[in-house]
Structure formats: structure tokens, C-alpha cells
């Protein structure tokens, strides 16, 4: 007879089978009016450092000038953050 495995292995392995590469990948983060406004007042609107600084004071977001390899799922978005992340 085969031995069943442990309530703290059970728990592991359901943990395991639930994560997921897609667990990783990033959403597109859209600017807010608040946003905008905050990004023009820092310059003109497509301000590159501007836009950098209103998104990484977002906790959890990150600015990435569009390039996927950085936030992996967030495609060309410039501002990113975590799935479940509040915005």
C-alpha cells in the first residue's frame, strides 16, 4: 500500500503545479489623467524622462521605452506593472 504524501508536501506540489510562466509576464499600465498632467508639467507630453519618473514612482510599475525583453508580456507599453498590481 502506497503511503500518502504529507499535508506539507501536498500544499508544495499544488503550489508548484499552480505557478506559471505566465505568473511572470507584465500588463500595460495606461496613464491616468493625473498622470498626464504630472508628465506634462515635468516637460512636453512624450517627454522621455518625464514619463520614466511619473511611472517608477508607481509602486510596482516599470518603465521600459517599450522594450518587452525588460517587462516580458507588457509588449510595446512604456510604463508596466505587475498583474494584480493596483494602478
Avoid at 29 to 45: E, F, P, S, V
Avoid at 48 to 76: M, N, Q, W
Wanted: hydrophobic share 30%.
Amino acid at each position: 500500500m502506497k503511503s500518502l504524501p504529507s499535508l506539507y508536501t501536498r500544499i508544495l506540489l499544488l503550489l508548484l503545479h499552480n505557478y506559471s510562466y505566465a505568473d511572470n509576464l507584465w500588463d500595460c499600465y495606461h496613464w491616468t489623467a493625473q498622470d498626464k498632467d504630472l508628465i506634462n508639467a515635468r516637460g512636453d507630453a512624450g517627454n522621455y524622462r518625464a514619463e520614466r519618473k511619473v511611472c517608477e514612482t508607481i509602486r510596482g510599475h516599470l518603465f521600459t521605452g517599450g522594450e518587452d525583453s525588460l517587462a516580458p508580456g507588457c509588449g510595446t507599453c512604456w510604463c508596466c506593472r505587475k498583474p494584480g498590481m493596483l494602478s
